[in-house]
């Protein structure tokens, strides 16, 4: 079993910065792709960003493109998505996801595809 924990979510003014990172356990770290989701209230759960378990490819969303970064961290079993120039529009709750040798698609990623998840992180941008 994959366990995964979620941190570093908070409230901060539009144009600030956050880090999330998500801690996994149970399995070999390296075999998993991490895939960030959002969800605000009333509105469907996206993807975010993603790395594959190889870091040899990312996904971004187009409205996070330039402002968010994901990066992994396979000595820590650790996934990091720094967000930068934040948007009241990036207000929600964040999930990180991991599924084993999962392919990151060149488009958005499918949440069904991901077994694995965490239990969500707030953040919340004020404007």
């Known amino acids: 079993q994959v366990q995964l924990a979620e941190s570093g979510g908070g409230l901060v003014q539009a144009g600030g910065s956050l880090r999330l990172s998500c801690v996994v356990s149970?399995?070999?770290?390296?075999?998993?792709?991490i895939c960030w989701f959002r969800q605000a209230p009333g509105k469907e759960r996206e993807s975010v960003a993603a790395i594959a378990w190889n870091g040899r490819r990312s996904y971004y969303r187009d409205s996070v493109k330039g402002r968010f970064s994901i990066s992994r961290d396979n000595a820590k079993n650790a996934v990091y998505l720094q967000m930068d120039s934040l948007k009241p529009e990036d207000t929600a709750l964040y999930y990180c996801a991991a599924e084993y040798l999962l392919g990151v698609r060149i488009g958005p990623q499918f949440s069904s595809e991901y077994h694995f998840w965490g239990q969500g992180a707030q953040v919340t941008v004020s404007s």
């Open positions: 149970g399995r070999t770290f390296s075999d998993y792709t």
